[in-house]
C-alpha cells in the first residue's frame, strides 16, 4: 500500500518536478526564437549585444530579455565551440539567473551552462564573477569560454594569484571574470586595505555562480580568509613545548574525536606543570592557572592538538621543509594557507622544520560573508540536495535538480562491510583484480594520501599498474584523470577525484592530441585529431563492451556528498558504469558514529575470515549516521556564522567608511566633525555638565587640550569670568581649533591638506581596525566560559563586540584629531637633513658645503639655498617610491610632485 507522501508525489509530482517544468515555457520561446538567430551573421550576434545592452541599461528586466539572450548565446556557442546546448542545459542555465543552485550530475556540460546566465548578467554592465575550486579550472574555463563570450562581443578575464597588480584591475573590468573563492575573496580584503579607489581591483559584487558550490559554500565555510603580518618570533619556546609532549601519556589528555578536540586531564596538567618548572618555562611560585601562564597554557594546548589530533600525510604533508594543509573534502594541497592561533607552528615544531613567525590578523572575512555581499548569487554542481536545507538558511540559495539529458546507466552496489581493515583492503584488491582482467577501467576512492600509497604498494605488490592521484601528484592531476577512463586502467585518488574535469570513457580526446602533436609538432593538426578520434572510438567502444568506469570507494566519508561525487565520477551521459562501497568496523566513520549493534550483528552471524555482509539495512544505518554527522558539522557552520556576523556588521561600517573617504575630494568637514567630538569628550570630562564651577578641573582640560589638540588655551582664565558655561567655553575651543587648522591650510594649501586629511584617516582606520580584530579574536576565545555562569555566548559576544566597536570609533576620533593638530610644515632645516638622508639609504654621496671649484667630470652638487623645487636635480635620488614624500622637500607625495614630471 503506498504512503500519503508516495500517492501525492505519483499524483502532482514533487515540489522539484513542478520548478523544471515550470521553464518549459521559456525554453520553448527559446527553441522558436533559434532560426532567426541562425540567419544572422557573426557581426549580427554582436550587434544584438549591443542592443540588448542598451535595453537592459535603459531599465528593461533581465527576465524580459532572457528568452533572446540565451538564443542568442545558444547560437554563439555552437559557432565558437560546435556545441549546441541541450534543453537541459538552457533549463540549468534559467535556474541559476534566478537565483539557485542546479544540481545537474556530472558530464551534463556545467562550463557551458554558465554562460548563459553569466552572457544574460553581464548585459547590465556590472560585471560577472564565474567562481571555481583552482586556479586549474578558472584559466581552463576561461580560456574556453572566453571564444563564446568573444563571439557575442563580450570581454573575458581571469584573476589569479600573484598576478600583476595592472593586469588584475583589468581582468575585473572585464564583462565576465573567471577567478577561484579565495581570489575573489582575498581581492576583497587587499581591495580595503589600498589608499586610493584607482588602486582598487574589484567593482563591486553584482552577479556569481558558483561552481562546486557545496565544496565552496560548505565544505570550506568553517575556514575563514585571513590577510596577516608577521609579529614576534617564538620559535625557541615551540621547540621546547614540542619536546614535553611525546612525554605526554594517554591517562593525561582526552581526546574527542567526534567533535576534534583534546584537552588535558587534571593529571595531564599537573604533569605539564612539573614539567615546565623543570625546563625553566614557569616560575616556582606560578601555577598554570594563574592569568602570567595563558600564554604558557596555549602553547601546551597547540603541541598537543598538533602531535594528537593533526596525522602526517592526512592533515598535512610536509615539501621542501614546509608544512602544507592538505583540504580534507577535495584532498588538495592548500599552498599558501596556515592554522591560526599557533597551531601551525606547532606541527612545524613537531616535523622539525623551520618554524614561521606567528601572524597578526590585518583584515578577515569566512566565505559565507562573503558571498552573501553578492546582489544576486547562483550555483552548480553534481551534489546539493542533502544540504539543501543550509543553502536556504545561510545564503536563501534554492536547490534545483535538473534532469540528465541520458537516464543514468550506472549500478550502484550495496556497501560490503568486513570486521577488519586488513579483510578490507584483501576484498578491494580482489575486487581490483577481478575487474581488471577484463580490462574495465577502475576509479579506487580513498581518504588520505597515506591509504592511497598503502593500496598502491598492495597492487604493485600484485603486479597492476596503476596511478595515484593524491596532494603529492597535484601538478599530474589533469593528465592522470584524463587517462583513468582509458581501456584497463587503474586510478587511486583521494576524495578529490579530479573534481571539475571529466573522467571520459576511452580517455580524453583532447588530450591525446596534445600528446601526439607534442611527439610531432610538425604533423598536421588536423590529420592528427581524426586519427586520434578514430582511435578514441575504438577505444571507447572497448570500454563499454568491459562495463564503463568501475568506482570502488575504500571508506565511507562523514558527508553523504563526498560519497556521491566519488560515484557520479561513473556514469557520465548515459555511459554503463558500476559503484561499491567497501567497508571495514575500523574505518573511522564506522568506529567514531557506527552502531555497536551492527558489530554485535557481525558477530552473532559468526563470519568467517574475508566475509562481508552485504545488506540494504546496513546501508541505511550508515546513512543514518552520516546524516547525524552532517547535522552536528550544519550546526557547527551556523554557529560560527553567527559569532562571525557581529564582526560582520562592523566589517562593512569600516570598508564602506574606508571607500567614501577614499572617493571623496574634501574630508575637511569629516575631520572637523570629529574633533569637535573630541572636544565636547574632554569638556564633558573635565566640567561635567550641570556641574558648579568650583567642581571643574580646568588644570586638566588645559592638559587635555594640549596633548590632543596641540592648542594652549587660557581655559581657567575663560571659567573664571562671570556668566561663562560650558556651551561658552566649549564653543571658545571649537572657534580656536578651526582657526588652528585654518592657518595650516594655508601653511599647506588646499590640495595638500586634504591629501594628509585623507592618508592620516586611512591610516588610524587601518590601524585601530587592526587592533580591534586582535581584541575581538581574544574576546571570542574567553567568551566561550560565560556559558558555566548561565550567560549566553552569543548574547555577551554581541553585547562586548558592540561596546568594544564604540570605544575603537572613539578611540579613531582622537588618534585623527592628534595627528592632524600635530602635523606641520618642515622647516628648512630639517628638510635639508631629510633629503640628505634619504640620498645617503640610496648610496648617494651628500656634499653639505659646495666645493670652490668642482671637478668639470662630476655633476654640480646639490645647491643649499632656498629656490623653486624645480632647481633640484631629480637624476641623483635613485628610485623614489610613489608614495614617499617628495625628495625636494615641498611636503607632497612624490607621485603629485616631481613624480608628475616622471
Known amino acids: 500500500m503506498l504512503g500519503f507522501g508516495t500517492l501525492a508525489r505519483k499524483v502532482f509530482g514533487s515540489p522539484n518536478d513542478r520548478i523544471v517544468k515550470s521553464v518549459r515555457p521559456l525554453i520553448a520561446k527559446i527553441n522558436a526564437l533559434e532560426p532567426e538567430f541562425q540567419a544572422l551573421s557573426d557581426e549580427g550576434l554582436k550587434a544584438k549585444t549591443a542592443e540588448f545592452q542598451q535595453r537592459a541599461q535603459g531599465g528593461e528586466s533581465l527576465d524580459d530579455l532572457l528568452p533572446e539572450a540565451f538564443a542568442n548565446c545558444r547560437e554563439g556557442a555552437r559557432r565558437a565551440l560546435g556545441l549546441r546546448a541541450y534543453d537541459v542545459q538552457l533549463s540549468g542555465g534559467i535556474f541559476l539567473h534566478q537565483g539557485n543552485i542546479a544540481e545537474m550530475k556530472t558530464g551534463e556540460g556545467k562550463t557551458l551552462v554558465a554562460t548563459f546566465p553569466a552572457y544574460l548578467n553581464a548585459l547590465t554592465g556590472k560585471g560577472v564573477h564565474v567562481v571555481t575550486v583552482n586556479d ?12 563564446v563570450y568573444a563571439q557575442l562581443g563580450l570581454t573575458t578575464g581571469v584573476v589569479y594569484p600573484f598576478q600583476p597588480e595592472p593586469e588584475k584591475r583589468e581582468a575585473y573590468r572585464a564583462d565576465i571574470t573567471y577567478a577561484t573563492n579565495n581570489e575573489l575573496g582575498f581581492d576583497y580584503l587587499r581591495d580595503n586595505m589600498k589608499n586610493s579607489i584607482e588602486e582598487m581591483a574589484q567593482r563591486g559584487h553584482n552577479f556569481a555562480i558558483v561552481d562546486e558550490v557545496d565544496s565552496i559554500l560548505i565544505d570550506e565555510a568553517r575556514t575563514p580568509l585571513i590577510i596577516s603580518g608577521p609579529s614576534q618570533d617564538r620559535s625557541e619556546l615551540y621547540t621546547a613545548i614540542d619536546a614535553l609532549i611525546p612525554s605526554v601519556t594517554e591517562e593525561h589528555f582526552k581526546l574527542d574525536e567526534k567533535t576534534r578536540n583534546v584537552t588535558f586531564t587534571e593529571e595531564g596538567n599537573e604533569f605539564v606543570e612539573q614539567e615546565l618548572r623543570r625546563m625553566g618555562h614557569l616560575p616556582p611560585d606560578q601555577s598554570l592557572y594563574d592569568p602570567e601562564s595563558t600564554t604558557l597554557v596555549h602553547h601546551v594546548t597547540q603541541a598537543l592538538r598538533a602531535h594528537k589530533l593533526y596525522q602526517k600525510d592526512q592533515n598535512y604533508i610536509v615539501r621542501d621543509g614546509e608544512v602544507m594543509l592538505i583540504d580534507e573534502f577535495t ?58 536545507e543550509e543553502f536556504m538558511e545561510i545564503y536563501k540559495l534554492g536547490v534545483v535538480e535538473v534532469p540528465t539529458n541520458r537516464g543514468v546507466n550506472r549500478t550502484d552496489e550495496h556497501d560490503q562491510v568486513f570486521r577488519t581493515a586488513r579483510e578490507k583492503y584483501q576484498g578491494v584488491v580482489a575486487a581490483i583484480k577481478e575487474a581488471h582482467a577484463k580490462q574495465q577501467p577502475i576509479l579506487v576512492g580513498t581518504t588520505s594520501i597515506e591509504k592511497s600509497e598503502m593500496l598502491s604498494d598492495l597492487l604493485t605488490q600484485e603486479g597492476i599498474t596503476h596511478n595515484v592521484l593524491n596532494a603529492r601528484q597535484h601538478e599530474q592531476e589533469a593528465q592522470i584523470v584524463a587517462d583513468a577512463g582509458k581501456l584497463g586502467a587503474v586510478t587511486i585518488a583521494t576524495n578529490m577525484a579530479g573534481r571539475g574535469t571529466d573522467i571520459q570513457l576511452g580517455g580524453s580526446v583532447e588530450m591525446k592530441v ?18 586520434v578520434e578514430a582511435g578514441h572510438a575504438e577505444e571507447k567502444a572497448k570500454v563499454l563492451a568491459a562495463g564503463g568506469l568501475f568506482v570502488l570507494a575504500t571508506e565511507r566519508h562523514e558527508s553523504r556528498r563526498i560519497d556521491n561525487q566519488l560515484r557520479g565520477r561513473s556514469g557520465r551521459q548515459g555511459d554503463p558504469g558500476r559503484s561499491a562501497f567497501f567497508l571495514s568496523l575500523e574505518d573511522d566513520l564506522m568506529r567514531i558514529f557506527g552502531s555497536e549493534r551492527l558489530d554485535k550483528v557481525l ?30 558539522n550544519f550546526d557547527m557552520r551556523k554557529n560560527l556564522l553567527k559569532f562571525d556576523d557581529v564582526m560582520n556588521d562592523q ?43 568650583d567642581g571643574w578641573d580646568t588644570d586638566g582640560l588645559h592638559a587635555a587640550l594640549l596633548e590632543k589638540l596641540s592648542l594652549d588655551l587660557p581655559v581657567a582664565e575663560w571659567a573664571a569670568e562671570e556668566g561663562v558655561d560650558q556651551n561658552d567655553l566649549r564653543d571658545r575651543v571649537y572657534a580656536a581649533s578651526d582657526a588652528m587648522m585654518e592657518e595650516k591650510l594655508q601653511q599647506f594649501g588646499p590640495e595638500t591638506m586634504r591629501n594628509i586629511e585623507k592618508q592620516v584617516l586611512l591610516q588610524a582606520i587601518d590601524s585601530k581596525w587592526r587592533d580591534h580584530l586582535l581584541t575581538l579574536e581574544h574576546l571570542r576565545s574567553v567568551v566561550g566560559f560565560r556559558g558555566y555562569a548561565q550567560r549566553d555566548p552569543l548574547s555577551e559576544y554581541k553585547t562586548e563586540g558592540f561596546a568594544l566597536f564604540e570605544s575603537m570609533l572613539g578611540s579613531l576620533r582622537q588618534d585623527v584629531t592628534q595627528r592632524l593638530a600635530q602635523i606641520r610644515p618642515l622647516t628648512e632645516e630639517e628638510r635639508q637633513n631629510m633629503l640628505a638622508q634619504m640620498m645617503q639609504q640610496r648610496g648617494v654621496a651628500v656634499q653639505t658645503e659646495a666645493p670652490t671649484q668642482p671637478a668639470p667630470e662630476q655633476p654640480a652638487p646639490v645647491e643649499q639655498e632656498e629656490g623653486p623645487t624645480e632647481d633640484i636635480d631629480p637624476s641623483i635620488w635613485g628610485q623614489v617610491g610613489r608614495n614617499d614624500p617628495c625628495p625636494c622637500g615641498s611636503g607632497e607625495k612624490f607621485k603629485h610632485c616631481h613624480g608628475r614630471l616622471a
Open 603 to 632: 558477530s552473532t552471524l559468526g563470519m568467517k575470515e574475508g566475509e562481508a555482509i552485504v545488506h540494504p539495512w546496513v546501508n541505511r544505518s550508515l546513512e543514518k549516521a552520516q546524516a547525524k554527522v552532517e547535522a552536528r
Open 651 to 693: 566589517r562593512k561600517a569600516i570598508f564602506g567608511q574606508r571607500t567614501e573617504i577614499m572617493a571623496a575630494e574634501d574630508l575637511s568637514e569629516i575631520a572637523q566633525d570629529m574633533r569637535h567630538q573630541v572636544i565636547e569628550d574632554l569638556v564633558d570630562e573635565f566640567m561635567p555638565p550641570k556641574s558648579y564651577a
Open 136 to 147: 586549474y579550472l578558472a584559466k581552463r574555463d576561461a580560456g574556453w569560454m572566453s571564444k
Open 331 to 388: 584532498g588538495r594541497m592548500m599552498k599558501g594557507r596556515r592554522l591560526s592561533e599557533g597551531l601551525h607552528q606547532a606541527i612545524e615544531a613537531k616535523e622539525n622544520v623551520k618554524i614561521q613567525p606567528e601572524n597578526v590578523t590585518l583584515a578577515s572575512v569566512t566565505f559565507q560573508n562573503y558571498f552573501r555581499l553578492y546582489d544576486r548569487l547562483s550555483g552548480m554542481t553534481g551534489t546539493a540536495v542533502t544540504e539543501a
Open 514 to 531: 596534445m600528446e601526439a602533436l607534442a611527439a610531432d609538432p610538425e604533423a598536421d593538426p588536423d590529420t592528427l585529431r581524426a586519427q
